[in-house]
């Protein structure tokens, strides 16, 4: 069983930044990662996700704004967020896949860490 344990977010005003991590409990080398979101009254959606050969991925709304960065050494997932905005308010959660294929659901997911965007 994998545990995946996310930290970093937070409450921060409309155009700040914060930085989530995600810590694997095991090897994430051959394995794809995403980061997914859920605000209230809404379905869980994909943010961002990496392959191990850093193949990217990024819902639009978030273009340009986040970025995703794996360290396979430190077995830990990134998403660093810019320019954050009321809408990005959710509860984050990183996943790992089943393999390095991104098509599918995630295997594994993580707890989830709250991020709220308001003044």
């Known amino acids: 069983q994998v545990q995946l344990v996310e930290s970093g977010g937070g409450l921060v005003q409309p155009g700040g930044s914060l930085r989530l991590s995600c810590a694997a409990s095991g090897s994430i080398r051959i394995y794809a990662m995403g980061w997914y979101r859920q605000a209230p009254g809404k379905q869980r959606e994909l943010v961002a996700d990496?392959?191990?050969?850093?193949?990217?991925f990024y819902v639009d709304s978030v273009k340009g704004r986040f970025t995703i960065s794996r360290d396979n050494a430190k077995n830990t997932v990134y998403l660093q967020m810019n320019s954050l905005k009321p809408e990005d308010t959710a509860v984050y959660y990183c996943a790992r896949y089943w393999n390095d294929y991104t098509g599918g659901s995630p295997r594994y997911w993580g707890q989830g860490t709250q991020v709220t965007v308001s003044s």
């Open positions: 990496i392959t191990s050969g850093g193949r990217i």
